[in-house]
Nanobody, 114 residues
Framework: QVQLVESGGGLVQPGGSLRLSCAAS????????MRWYRQAPGKEREAVAY???????SYADFVKGRFTVSRDNAKNTMYLQMNSLQPEDTAVYYC????????WGQGTQVTVSS
């Protein structure tokens, strides 16, 4: 059974940092191109960062230079290091394949507020 479990969210002040984790099971993780997504209240889910099977990365313009995506295939885990967080980054963060083809996990809440 395929399962994605996100963790690492929390409440942080503007300018702060968080590191999110995405633990995957039930899939050949090392062969999957993955993405981080987020959904803010009242908005549609949007792609944030992409990491390919070989580790190539790309980012949405609104996080470029602040967020870094990485993966550890031995641990079936993807990470999102988020620096210089701003209130507009407040959202529930999810992981999935780059086509969003797997069942969504519960996500992890990130709240940026003073």
């Amino acid at each position: 059974q395929v399962q994605l479990v996100e963790s690492g969210g929390g409440l942080v002040q503007p300018g702060g940092s968080l590191r999110l984790s995405c633990a995957a099971s039930g899939l050949f993780f090392s062969t999957a191109a993955m993405r981080w997504y987020r959904q803010a209240p009242g908005k549609e889910r949007e792609a944030v960062a992409y990491i390919g099977r070989s580790g190539s990365t790309s980012y949405a313009d609104f996080v470029k230079g602040r967020f870094t995506v990485s993966r550890d295939n031995a641990k079936n885990t993807m990470y999102l290091q988020m620096n210089s967080l701003q209130p507009e980054d407040t959202a529930v963060y999810y992981c999935n394949t780059f086509t969003a083809g797997l069942p969504w996990g519960q996500g992890t809440q990130v709240t940026v507020s003073s």
